[in-house]
């Protein structure tokens, strides 16, 4: 279980965050539809890190900077 | 020594005998002269004791009675408590006459990849093996009764982790609490001491296991946390570990918890977790009679039980030599001593010589069975095949440090040629290995601080092999546990299965509870020789967690019953008690279902008060919805990001039905929307959707509008809501108001029974309809007055039931029924209420080729039945019985208004259809119901009857 270092709340288990998505399959309101259902449906997973979108039961939203393949957050920065 | 007679009574398969305190049921059952203890898994080969804790491969019983039995102990991980009733498993009628292993049956029909090649096949062929293959092979048969224990959950911190109390581990706990470190050791025997219990060494003047128990009380006495007779099963991420605790051993019942599932999260981990013997591969390895050296060893010097009368030991290594002398000890005639170096040396290997016969270059070519044991074994002495005659084969193929934690917190292996086996690398998370899980065997290496005496001097590292030999006739066993031989491996690498992977899943090979502790090693070496490789280039499966099995109780801990789940109780909940509501579930709710009169069923009632309503008025609890205020300068903008309708042009004091998407264009929920104010808004919504509704505003607020001056405050607790519906509401609420009902849609403010409420003009029904909102600690006056004056007017209660039904008759949907995250607006027939100019969530997945194309999507359909008989939920919409389906029925309902029966359903091209007869036929509830398509609205179609 991931300890996630919350702005708010400092570290804090895995089970008290939700993870929503990568940063890059956010969806803006006003994305063309041709941007939009690239970004739903043709994004890139790459192998490392990424930018992950994640919320805490505090009500922070959080980007992470997170490896997929090691698990380790290198960031977390408050939405 | 040991006394003759036991003093703690236990039964095995039905007959008493008694054992020894500090016995474990193997080290009793051996005394006791039971050899037989066990059948194997597939092939039902007579089994006896093996290793000597949780590694042990064979001897799997099942402990307890009733429902605290728990099948799959092993013999070894078991303590001795009075009263202790363990059985066999896997053999029919008895143990000793096994009919599994007599017609030999198992054996011809269950050759490795027979799973492989049975689940490949046609199915005709699995359905004809399975009954077979479920008598015959199999663990232990769970117990059918709900588990009578109690299972603790509990949470800690510490500086030092150190998992496992032997020597290393022990020395390690004690160095962290001196350095003033919060410190908690886990060991998973009941006694501190680890290697020490079975070794024959002093410390500092103190026999090891003296020591041991005096470390142990140190580490306690400077704060320190020691848990034995527990187990690390998991090695999560950032230090994070999980741990298992039996305060009771299997099957005895307990005073409190019977288990502790800990989570830990440590800042340092030390992992001295020893090594686990490896077996020698020989024909018929498996004999009731043939065990590990340290195991052998460990019944002599920890349990002081003989593990036969004539012993043999086969060893490539030093180790072994020191059970000679533990079993010469007890009295037991020490044959031969096998040592598989043609050359060996050294003050263990000589003291050995000048005791006991030692052949060099020697070793088991072949087990010989007598009944269900060994009677003795053919060797390989001096180049020539020689029979020793023995009860009792001890052997050791050297020994593999316990690398299961190191792997799942994602350290490095090592291969280390010189000691023949994996090593820990270096660590992924803060963790590091000592003692023999990292290699190192001299225990005066270990304990540098303290004087270690040996009486039998020091031997060479226990590392030569692995080996493996496929030279004599007879099955040999890599692993015990699941029945793979040597042949099972060749099988698998002529078939293609060449990978350790591929071969796992093919011969079963590292499954069950052993998960490859005695046999990966061994196995490894055969598959590298077979393909010509290094063993390192053979490859290793995941190590998974957890390392041993854990009862699913243990997972579930308190939460479970009533405790699994949180119930949310209405406000009301009493008074709806009163009036003798049924509950039923609606997600983490219970809600009134309907309220039964004397003899009267569900279907009745229901009916009865949905005709209620559309005959006069009735009254509904509605607090379960979800509602949300939404205030502030923005407030205007957020609201238009999560709802597809038209938004600013609402006039204050007014609502409206409205919709909310998901990002790829599917509906998420309904509900309605109010404006309050110029800059205030009421949204309501699901009562199942209430949470994602919650974060789903939050994340448009701040991730999409980036923080808008706009809060967002869920008041779906503080509100009661009550809906009122019938041609005689407006008469209910006015008559209690003393002021005329809102306008359709619209909403105010009034006073019921002297409590201010709101009530907002919204029909769910099809008829006149208010709900009233009220504060909750407020509700029971005003629903009373409102109960009070509906029943005036022939009126009452209605429950979920009726409600359902009412809600189906005008084609409303449900959030989950038919709004199932599969359909977009217009597949429900909403199209028409979306903002044209976009700019909400989801908006632009609706423009994608596969929704805006004319044909192909499920629209939402009414169902009528043509003979007047119910429909049946799930149904699938057909032409013909057997066809494939064209859609479903959502829901199904009685008529309201008349007789017969109706539903809501999903129909490919449904719009198109209107008119078809198709068939509504469900095989699994045995119904099939000719219906007619046609619009998904039963009732009132010009919708006269809910305007005001
Ligand atoms: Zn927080």
């Known amino acids: 279980m991931l300890l996630i270092p919350c702005p708010h709340c400092g570290p804090r288990n895995q089970e008290e965050f939700a993870y929503e998505r990568t940063l890059d399959s956010v969806v803006r309101l006003n994305d063309a539809p041709e941007l939009a259902i690239a970004t739903l449906y043709a994004r890139a997973n790459p192998r490392g890190q990424e930018h992950e979108i994640w919320s805490h039961t505090c009500g922070q939203w959080l980007r992470l900077t997170r490896d997929r393949i090691s698990h380790a957050i290198h960031s977390v920065e408050p939405l | 020594?040991?006394?003759?007679?036991?003093?703690?009574?236990?039964?095995?398969?039905?007959?008493?005998?008694?054992?020894?305190?500090?016995?474990?049921?193997?080290?009793?059952?051996?005394?006791?002269?039971?050899?037989?203890?066990?059948?194997?898994?597939?092939?039902?080969?007579?089994?006896?004791?093996?290793?000597?804790?949780?590694?042990?491969?064979?001897?799997?019983?099942?402990?307890?009675?009733?429902?605290?039995?728990?099948?799959?102990?092993?013999?070894?991980?078991?303590?001795?408590?009075?009263?202790?009733?363990?059985?066999?498993?896997?053999?029919?009628?008895?143990?000793?006459?096994?009919?599994?292993?007599?017609?030999?049956?198992?054996?011809?029909?269950?050759?490795?990849?027979?799973?492989?090649?049975?689940?490949?096949?046609?199915?005709?062929?699995?359905?004809?093996?399975e009954r077979f293959i479920r008598r015959a092979a199999g663990l232990?048969?769970?117990?059918?009764?709900?588990?009578?224990?109690?299972?603790?959950?509990?949470?800690?911190?510490?500086?030092?982790?150190?998992?496992?109390?032997?020597?290393?581990?022990?020395?390690?706990?004690?160095?962290?609490?001196?350095?003033?470190?919060?410190?908690?050791?886990?060991?998973?025997?009941?006694?501190?001491?680890?290697?020490?219990?079975?070794?024959?060494?002093?410390?500092?003047?103190?026999?090891?296991?003296?020591?041991?128990?005096?470390?142990?009380?140190?580490?306690?006495?400077?704060?320190?946390?020691?848990?034995?007779?527990?187990?690390?099963?998991?090695?999560?991420?950032?230090?994070?570990?999980?741990?298992?605790?039996?305060?009771?051993?299997?099957?005895?019942?307990?005073?409190?918890?019977?288990?502790?599932?800990?989570?830990?999260?440590?800042?340092?981990?030390?992992?001295?977790?020893?090594?686990?013997?490896?077996?020698?591969?020989?024909?018929?390895?498996?004999?009731?009679?043939?065990?590990?050296?340290?195991?052998?060893?460990?019944?002599?010097?920890?349990?002081?039980?003989?593990?036969?009368?004539?012993?043999?030991?086969?060893?490539?290594?030093?180790?072994?030599?020191?059970?000679?002398?533990?079993?010469?000890?007890?009295?037991?005639?020490?044959?031969?001593?096998?040592?598989s170096r043609t050359q060996a040396s050294g003050p263990l290997v000589e003291a050995a010589r000048a005791r006991f016969v030692v052949h060099a270059g020697a070793r088991p070519l072949r087990a010989i069975r007598r009944g269900i044991g060994l009677a003795g074994v053919d060797a390989l002495i001096d180049g020539a095949k020689r029979r020793l005659l023995a009860d009792c084969l001890a052997m050791s193929g050297g020994a593999s440090p316990v690398l299961h934690l190191h792997r799942q917190a994602g350290g490095a292996l090592e291969y280390d040629a010189a000691r023949g086996g994996f090593l820990p690398g270096a660590g992924r998370q803060r963790h590091v290995s000592i003692g023999a899980a990292a290699g190192e065997h001299d225990l005066s290496a270990i304990l540098t601080l303290a004087r270690v005496v040996d009486p039998l001097g020091p031997g060479s590292p226990p590392a030569p092999g692995p080996l493996w030999h496929d030279e004599a006739p007879g099955k040999a066993f890599v692993d015990f546990q699941n029945d793979v031989t040597t042949l099972d491996l060749a099988l698998a690498q002529r078939e293609g299965y060449v990978s350790v992977e591929h071969?796992?899943?093919?011969?079963?090979?590292?499954?069950?509870?052993?998960?490859?502790?005695?046999?990966?090693?061994?196995?490894?070496?055969?598959?590298?020789?077979?393909?010509?490789?290094?063993?390192?280039?053979?490859?290793?499966?995941t190590f998974r967690p957890p390392y041993t099995p854990v009862t699913m109780?243990?997972?579930?801990?308190?939460?479970?019953?009533?405790?699994?789940?949180?119930?949310?109780?209405?406000?009301?909940?009493?008074?709806?008690?009163?009036?003798?509501?049924?509950?039923?579930?609606?997600?983490?709710?219970?809600?009134?279902?309907?309220?039964?009169?004397?003899?009267?069923?569900?279907?009745?009632?229901?009916?009865?008060?949905?005709?209620?309503?559309?005959?006069?008025?009735?009254?509904?609890?509605?607090?379960?919805?979800?509602?949300?205020?939404?205030?502030?300068?923005?407030?205007?903008?957020?609201?238009?990001?999560?709802?597809?309708?038209?938004?600013?042009?609402?006039?204050?004091?007014?609502?409206?039905?409205?919709?909310?998407?998901?990002?790829?264009?599917?509906?998420?929920?309904?509900?309605?929307?109010?404006?309050?104010?110029?800059?205030?808004?009421?949204?309501?919504?699901?009562?199942?959707?209430?949470?994602?509704?919650?974060?789903?505003?939050?994340?448009?607020?701040?991730?999409?509008?980036?923080?808008?001056?706009?809060?967002?405050?869920?008041?779906?607790?503080?509100?009661?809501?009550?809906a009122l519906a019938g041609p005689q509401a407006a008469a209910v609420l006015s008559g209690l108001t003393g002021a005329e009902a809102p306008a359709h849609m619209g909403l105010g403010d009034a006073v019921i029974a002297g409590v201010p409420v709101r009530v907002l003009a919204a029909s769910y029904s099809g008829e006149r309809a208010f709900e009233v909102h009220v504060p909750g600690h407020l509700a029971r006056a005003v629903f009373d007055a409102l109960v009070g004056a509906a029943r005036g007017l022939g009126g009452g209660v209605y429950g979920l039931d009726a409600m359902d039904h009412l809600r189906v008759e005008k084609g409303h949907v449900v959030i989950g029924a038919e709004a199932d995250g599969r359909v977009t607006p217009a597949d429900l027939g909403l199209g028409g209420v979306l903002r044209k100019t976009g700019g909400y969530v989801g908006w632009q997945a609706l423009q994608r080729p596969a929704l805006v194309g004319p044909v192909g999507r499920r629209h939402l359909v009414g169902l009528t039945s043509v003979d007047h008989t119910p429909i049946a939920e799930g149904a699938m919409l057909v032409m013909r019985e057997g066809e494939p389906p064209l859609g479903h029925v959502t829901t199904a309902a009685p008529r309201v208004a008349q007789d017969g029966a109706i539903a809501l359903g999903l129909l490919t091209d449904g719009a198109t259809r209107h008119g078809q007869i198709m068939l509504a036929w469900s095989p699994t509830r045995r119904s099939t119901v000719p219906v007619r398509v046609g619009p998904p609205l039963f009732y009132d179609a010009q919708g006269a009857r809910y305007r005001d």
Request: neutral net charge; charged residues 20%.
């Open chain 2, 1 to 129: 020594m040991r006394d003759a007679a036991g003093s703690i009574p236990f039964t095995f398969d039905g007959k008493a005998y008694a054992g020894q305190p500090g016995d474990t049921l193997a080290a009793a059952l051996i005394a006791n002269g039971v050899r037989l203890v066990a059948r194997s898994f597939k092939l039902h080969r007579p089994r006896g004791i093996m290793g000597a804790g949780v590694e042990e491969p064979s001897a799997l019983v099942t402990v307890g009675e009733g429902a605290r039995a728990e099948p799959n102990a092993r013999a070894t991980d078991v303590f001795l408590y009075p009263g202790l009733v363990a059985r066999s498993q896997n053999a029919w009628p008895s143990l000793a006459f096994d009919v599994g292993a007599v017609n030999s049956l198992a054996a011809a029909l269950i050759p490795a990849g027979f799973y492989y090649k049975t689940f490949f096949g046609p199915p005709s062929r699995w359905m004809l093996y």
């Open chain 2, 140 to 339: 232990g048969k769970p117990p059918q009764a709900p588990d009578p224990d109690h299972y603790g959950h509990r949470s800690a911190f510490c500086d030092v982790l150190v998992v496992g109390a032997g020597p290393a581990g022990l020395a390690a706990a004690l160095t962290a609490v001196d350095a003033g470190k919060r410190v908690i050791l886990i060991e998973q025997d009941a006694a501190p001491g680890g290697s020490l219990l079975r070794e024959r060494v002093t410390i500092d003047g103190e026999p090891g296991v003296v020591w041991a128990a005096n470390v142990a009380d140190r580490i306690r006495a400077g704060g320190g946390r020691v848990l034995l007779r527990t187990t690390v099963s998991g090695y999560w991420d950032d230090n994070f570990l999980t741990a298992v605790e039996r305060r009771v051993e299997p099957g005895q019942p307990a005073e409190g918890d019977a288990q502790v599932l800990w989570r830990v999260r440590a800042g340092e981990v030390v992992l001295a977790t020893g090594t686990i013997e490896r077996p020698l591969v020989f024909a018929n390895n498996d004999l009731p009679g043939v065990m590990m050296a340290g195991a052998a060893r460990a019944l002599a010097l920890r349990h002081g039980v003989a593990p036969g009368r004539r012993a043999v030991i086969a060893t490539s290594h030093d180790e072994a030599y020191r059970t000679a002398f533990a079993l010469a000890d007890l009295g037991v005639e020490i044959v031969a001593i096998l040592d």
């Open chain 2, 503 to 541: 071969t796992k899943r093919y011969t079963t090979l590292g499954m069950g509870t052993d998960q490859g502790k005695t046999g990966a090693m061994v196995a490894l070496a055969q598959i590298a020789d077979l393909r010509g490789v290094p063993l390192p280039d053979a490859g290793l499966t």
């Open chain 2, 553 to 722: 109780g243990a997972f579930a801990g308190p939460m479970k019953g009533d405790h699994a789940a949180p119930i949310r109780r209405l406000p009301l909940a009493a008074a709806h008690d009163a009036l003798g509501a049924l509950w039923v579930p609606a997600g983490a709710w219970m809600r009134p279902r309907a309220y039964l009169a004397p003899d009267e069923t569900v279907a009745q009632a229901s009916l009865r008060e949905a005709r209620m309503v559309r005959a006069s008025v009735g009254v509904v609890d509605v607090s379960s919805l979800a509602k949300f205020e939404i205030a502030g300068p923005d407030a205007v903008d957020l609201v238009a990001a999560v709802c597809a309708t038209p938004v600013a042009k609402l006039a204050i004091g007014r609502g409206r039905y409205t919709v909310m998407l998901r990002e790829d264009g599917m509906v998420m929920d309904d509900g309605t929307l109010w404006r309050l104010a110029e800059d205030r808004w009421l949204i309501t919504s699901s009562t199942g959707g209430a949470a994602r509704m919650a974060r789903h505003l939050t994340y448009v607020a701040d991730v999409l509008l980036g923080h808008p001056r706009a809060a967002v405050v869920d008041v779906g607790e503080h509100w009661a809501g009550l």
